[in-house]
């Protein structure tokens, strides 16, 4: 049987918040510690029937940048929801939510682009 390790490192301000996020897996071609802004760990608790969440970003990650990541987050939970239980509407509806937001996200950055 095959094992692949993920692992995450962070460092922490002294109010713990999160300044620098490094990762490194056994399967990344990149060899080492990689750099990030922001992970998202979700974990199904088949014990208590709930998702747990680990939600990190560092100070550096920008908000436009946020709002992109989480936008593109669901657009793969959209994928997923095809791929482990074949509902296509339930698909759909999420990647459709995702076309409003990123047409939001669009629009919020055309006018900071104006402001400047």
Known sequence: ????????????????????????????????????????????????????KIDLWTKEMEVIDMKRFLIEMMSGIADTAINATGDKRMATDIENTCRVLSKRLEEEIKEQQKQQ
């Open 1 to 52: 049987m095959k094992k692949s390790d993920i692992h995450f490192s962070v460092e922490l301000d002294n109010q713990n918040i999160p300044e620098k996020i490094y990762w490194e897996a056994t399967d990344n071609p990149n060899e080492g510690l990689s750099d990030t802004r922001a992970i998202a760990i979700a974990l199904w608790d088949h014990y208590h029937n709930s998702t747990l």
